[in-house]
């Protein structure tokens, strides 16, 4: 199992975009991000610093291996 970084909600945000999501609604401080196909829908926190697992569920619902999410970085 590879190592996940530590990194922010703007950059996971960057990093999903050019897996083909975009930007959907915000409200407060969550980033809602959709991608048409194949469907999906995910909500980024935009802290400073997200947890470890909290990028390890995001990476799992966008249907991506932490290899290839690590590559979009």
Known sequence: MSKLPVLSGEKCI???AKAG????????SHVTLRRDEPFCQLVVPLHKELDR????????QA???????????
């Open 21 to 28: 999501f975009y930007f959907k609604r915000q409200e407060g």
């Open 14 to 16: 960057k990093a999903l």
């Open 63 to 73: 249907g991506l291996s932490v290899s290839e999410f690590t590559k979009l970085l």
């Open 53 to 60: 697992g909290t990028v390890r569920a995001i990476i799992r």
